[in-house]
């Protein structure tokens, strides 16, 4: 299978994982995020061909030109991951209108443009894979964190999956609890200076609150990527990988 990916944040983490298990099951792999450095990292442990384009994905003209370069030089995306995000926690009252745009441009408009974008392509040659990398709190609400909620929350995978539903294009999103990445250390970090708690102690608090008792990996995400990839028959679903956080 020839297929071409497009994983945007790439350069870490989940999006990272991602690219890196798109690439051993032989696809060629386009690879997104801001910092081109983090992007030549992944792409040296990809086994397969990738090609590297640095874009802001809050920007609408940086997605049109990320998948335009993408079509010029390999051809059309058959597979997006959009994994790009980052959160944000504060009390209700301490949430700016800043704060709030911020998260929903980032993780709920930007996947629609990169959706908005790839959809036309896939729907006429009758295959197309899309992954929004969602979070657990995309199924539930939770203290402190209204912007980033609302932004996982938004209905986007469900309504566009319901749209192509037939069409040889799947939609899903896959929902991580906390997982070993930069944007967990953050949070780790976050907790640190707001509760006076050493590092430790604040990744044993989020390890206690998954069932399993330890964060997961961004490999194990990864895996569930590709479960979603790999299929024609899961769609419009949000696949948790939690440890057993949410039983749904
Ligand atoms: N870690 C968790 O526990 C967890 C749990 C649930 C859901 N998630 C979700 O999983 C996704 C990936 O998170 P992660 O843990 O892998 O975080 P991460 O390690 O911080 O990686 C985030 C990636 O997004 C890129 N990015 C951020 N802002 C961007 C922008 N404006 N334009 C383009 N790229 C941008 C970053 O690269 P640059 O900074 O170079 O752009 C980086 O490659 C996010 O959507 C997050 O909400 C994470």
């Not at 299978?1 to 945007?8: E, P």
């Not at 809050?58 to 997006?80: I, N, Q």
């Not at 992954?131 to 209204?146: D, K, N, Q």
Request: glycine residues 10%; contains cysteine; aromatic residues 4%.
């Amino acid at each position: 299978m020839d297929r071409i990916a497009l994983v945007t944040g790439a350069g870490s983490g989940i999006g990272r994982a991602a690219a890196i298990r798109l690439s051993r099951a032989g696809l060629r792999v386009v690879l997104s995020s801001r910092r081109a450095d983090a992007l030549a990292a992944t792409a040296a442990a990809c086994p397969g061909p990738t090609l590297a384009v640095p874009a802001d994905v809050t920007d609408p003209s940086a997605v049109d030109r990320l998948f335009g370069r993408a079509e010029h030089d390999w051809g059309a995306v058959g597979v997006l991951i959009a994994s790009a995000g980052a959160g944000y926690s504060a009390r209700i009252e301490r949430t700016s209108d800043a704060d709030w745009n911020r998260m929903l441009e980032l993780n709920l408009t930007a996947p629609f443009r990169c959706l908005r974008r790839v959809v036309p392509a896939m729907r006429a040659r009758g295959y197309g894979r899309v992954v929004v990398i969602a979070s657990t709190a995309s199924r539930v609400g939770e203290p402190y964190l209204a912007a980033y909620t609302a932004s996982k929350h938004g209905g986007l995978v469900r309504a566009v999956a319901a749209e192509l539903a037939g069409t040889g294009v799947t939609v899903n999103a896959v929902c991580p609890g906390f997982v070993d990445t930069p944007m967990t250390a953050t949070t780790i970090g976050n907790i640190v200076q707001k509760t006076g708690r050493t590092a430790e102690q604040a990744r044993s608090a989020l390890e206690a609150r998954q069932p399993i008792g330890r964060l997961i990996t961004p490999e194990e995400v990864a895996d569930a990527v590709w479960f979603c990839v790999a299929s024609e028959a899961i769609t419009g679903q949000a696949v948790n990988v939690d440890g057993g956080t949410v039983q749904s």
